[in-house]
């Protein structure tokens, strides 16, 4: 079987002496679209952290492929970092700058482009989020949805292998979060992303992941793992199955 892309070991992260989760281990493959489901305070963002390497764990370990990430020395981890790309819950575009310029950011960091390389790289990963033609405006020109894709963009600008995406449905009305769950699942079969959702939005989870795990609150742990459906179907954690009916009519978007 192919290595995993991503594996959990065992993963314990706390504040100070509260335990926000303990024991959390999975594995992501290159090609799902892997969600992290859970309610409020399960944990989910603090997860996300010790995946990208914003937080370390108390304990247990994340590798990309077999390269230990948690544990690794900084040039390694810097190396291991540049193979993802991360779209924040809120786009963390920066307002003085047009979405090219945003885009551009981490070309200018890492590459030996030149700007007008740059610039044009920018504007065709613009292109690929459906913001083509855009590349001129300022976030505070777009709306919420449009901003998100243009976060996307700045996420895919290093042609990464994996995407992690937090909470992308977050602030978006129902026709907004739809058109970016369908930009999701064609990034995976026009790319071949590997990509995982932080995600609390039945619709979403249910349109986009093939793969999932849910943080149980009350266990500090994962409560489920499977698709959805799966989950839905057969889970014997009643928690798992009020998840993931809860609202069921509000919930439904055109």
Request: charged residues 20%; proline residues 5%.
């Amino acid at each position: 079987m192919e290595q995993p892309q991503i594996t959990v070991c065992n993963l314990t992260i706390s504040y100070g002496s509260y335990m926000v989760m303990h024991d959390v281990s999975f594995s992501v493959h290159k090609g799902d679209v892997f969600v992290v489901m859970g309610g409020s305070g399960s944990g989910k963002s603090s997860l996300l952290n010790c995946l990208i390497g914003l937080r370390e764990p108390s304990m247990g370990d994340v590798l990309y492929g077999s390269e230990s990430f948690t544990h690794a020395e900084p040039d390694t981890r810097l190396a291991i970092s540049r193979r993802f790309g991360v779209l924040f819950q809120f786009g963390a575009l920066w307002s003085w700058l047009t979405l090219a310029e945003n885009v551009a950011l981490p070309l200018m960091e890492y590459t030996p482009l030149s700007r007008s390389e740059i610039l044009d790289l920018a504007e065709l990963k613009l292109s690929l989020v459906g913001l083509s033609g855009f590349a001129d405006f300022y976030p505070n020109q777009i709306s919420g949805g449009m901003q998100k894709r243009a976060g996307l963009a700045r996420a895919m600008a290093l042609d990464p292998e994996i995407l992690f995406f937090d909470e992308p449905s977050s602030g978006l009305d129902p026709v907004s979060a739809r058109h970016l769950d369908d930009l999701i699942l064609e990034l995976k079969s026009s790319l071949g992303s590997t990509i995982v959702v932080i995600s609390h939005d039945l619709a979403s989870i249910f349109t986009i992941a093939n793969d999932s795990i849910y943080l149980d609150a009350e266990l500090k742990s994962v409560g489920g793992r499977g698709s959805p459906k799966e989950l839905l179907e057969h889970s014997d954690n009643p928690r798992v199955r009020q998840f993931l009916t809860r609202g069921t009519d509000a919930e439904k978007r055109p």
